[in-house]
Structure formats: structure tokens, C-alpha cells
């Protein structure tokens, strides 16, 4: 039986090689994704850092692909198959607004998320060379 460690670390690494095979021009703005992810959670909490990458990877932007990605990816980490993409942006916070019904488990998943999100950033840095940025003028006056 495999530690849920392990879990993130593996997942996180088949979506970092999908990107780096499949999506290479990606590779500089999901790494970056990898980066912000984490903080956002810190500050902002899960949910809404979960809605706003949603209404990112939801909307028409260049960028959208690298949010619907980053989503799937995080999902298939926290054993959550709703977060991928294809489904709507209501169904998916329904989803996760009824997967966090106590507090006790909202802190769970939210503590699973940060520890899955520190290997996302890790092999973006190593596999993906993408180093974080201080420009988040993208996220100004968004959360």
C-alpha cells in the first residue's frame, strides 16, 4: 500500500510529463499555475482558489487550457475524478462544496491539496525549469 505522499508524487509527475509531451506550449504557464496554486490556498482558502482556477479554466482565455490541466491533474492527486475537465463550472462547486460538508474534512482536503501542491511545484521547477515569478498581476482584484 502506497503513502498518500506517494500518491501526490506520482500523480504529480504524470501530469508534469503529459504537459511537457502533449502540451509544450504550456509548460511556462501551467509550471507558473504550479506555484500560485499553493499560496492561494494559504490565503484564500480551497474553495475559493479551487472557483477561481474553475472560472479560469472555464472561460475563453489562451490561458484556460493550462487551468483546465492544472485541475484534472490536482483531482486525479486528491483521488477527485470531478475536478477534471468537462464538467461545468456550477457542477464542479457543487461537487466540491459537497465533498467538504464538515469543517473538519474541509481542513483535510485543504491540507491534502497543500501537500500535493508542493510536488506539482517541485517537478515544474525540476522537469518543467519553470521558476516562480513575482508578476500576479493576473490575480489582482480576481480573489
Known amino acids: ?19 511537457k509531451k502533449s502540451h509544450a506550449d ?12 499553493p499560496s492561494l490556498v494559504l490565503t484564500n482558502g480551497l474553495r475559493l482558489a479551487y472557483i477561481f482556477f474553475a472560472k479560469k ?3 475563453k482565455d489562451a490561458k484556460s487550457k493550462a487551468y483546465q490541466l492544472y ?10 475524478e470531478d ?5 461545468g463550472l456550477e457542477k464542479r462547486h457543487d461537487k466540491v462544496r459537497s ?3 464538515s469543517q473538519t474534512s474541509y481542513l483535510h482536503l485543504s491540507r ?3 501537500n500535493a501542491s508542493v ?9 518543467l525549469k519553470v521558476e516562480q515569478r513575482n508578476d500576479r498581476s493576473d490575480l489582482e482584484g480576481q480573489i
Request: aromatic share 12%.
Open 57 to 59: 479554466a472555464a472561460s
Open 26 to 37: 504550456l509548460v511556462n504557464e501551467y509550471g507558473q499555475l504550479c506555484h500560485r496554486f
Open 1 to 19: 500500500m502506497q503513502s498518500a505522499q506517494h500518491r501526490y508524487a506520482e500523480q504529480a509527475y504524470i501530469g508534469i510529463q503529459e504537459v
Open 112 to 114: 491534502n491539496a497543500l
Open 119 to 127: 510536488w506539482f511545484k517541485r517537478y515544474a521547477e525540476a522537469i
Open 83 to 87: 475536478w477534471e475537465e468537462g464538467l
Open 71 to 80: 485541475l484534472a491533474h490536482m483531482g486525479k492527486a486528491l483521488d477527485i
Open 99 to 101: 465533498s467538504v460538508s
